[in-house]
């Protein structure tokens, strides 16, 4: 956490992102992150490396709409409305369970949400935390059966809200394995996963910074997330 003063007022900056390489833990089955040397400085004068990388490897990374939907745009597709927005945090991490020594919830229901109807009319992003965001920090295996979801229903209800241009979470996926009923439900929306660093967000309403890289026809891009909270 950083404060910084703008224009006379002062605010505290938290960086929702956290660092990957060849070590970070990617969702099982997907490519591990590869470096390779392109040049070296000891025989070229200047050092450039390349990586691979899947679009969706990055914390956090957004979801273009055609991840999921044939006939969705690509990641591109998303304009400025979606990279700045004042947000709500829903922190479920309490009522979940312990699992590897992290304390999360599974399965997100719309009886989760509903009470923030009145709060969720005002904002333009949603962030649910789970809890998941400390076992991505502690760079533990993953296991597709035991990711945080949003159930249809749950997505469903969001969806409803045409405010809300942006929904964040700490899982790997808005969808239980082998479904993909959550992202066809949001895909007006910008679904930002893999966020980290949610547990130290101490105030339900802040300021969300959520800028992709803007990669033409990619299906999802790293995310540069920032909660901006403006201080007492």
Not at 203 to 224: H, N, Q
């Amino acid at each position: 956490m950083k404060e910084i003063n703008l224009g006379g007022r002062k605010f505290f900056v938290i960086e929702l992102t956290e660092p990957v390489g060849e070590d970070s833990e990617p969702y099982p089955g997907d490519p591990r992150i590869k470096k390779e040397i392109f040049s070296e400085i000891k025989k070229t004068g200047y050092e450039h490396y390349t990586y691979k990388i899947g679009d969706h490897s990055f914390h956090p990374h957004a979801d273009a709409p055609k991840h999921q939907n044939i006939l969705g745009g690509s990641i591109e597709s998303f304009g400025l409305d979606f990279f700045f927005n004042e947000a709500l945090l829903i922190d479920l991490s309490e009522i979940g369970e312990s699992a590897g020594g992290v304390n999360y919830i599974t399965e997100v229901k719309p009886e989760h949400l509903m009470q923030f109807s009145e709060k969720l009319k005002e904002k333009g992003a949603v962030v649910i935390r789970t809890g998941y965001d400390k076992w991505i920090e502690a760079n533990k295996k993953h296991n597709p059966e035991k990711l945080p979801y949003l159930t249809k229903e749950a997505a469903g209800f969001i969806a409803g809200f045409a405010n809300i241009r942006v929904i964040g979470t700490d899982s790997l996926t808005v969808d239980r394995a082998g479904c993909h009923e959550s992202h066809k439900a949001l895909k007006e929306k910008m679904i930002v996963e893999c966020m980290v660093n949610l547990y130290s967000i101490k105030k339900d309403d802040f300021f969300l910074i959520s800028a992709p890289i803007r990669i033409k026809e990619a299906t999802g891009a790293p995310v540069a997330a920032y909660a901006i909270i403006e201080k007492d």
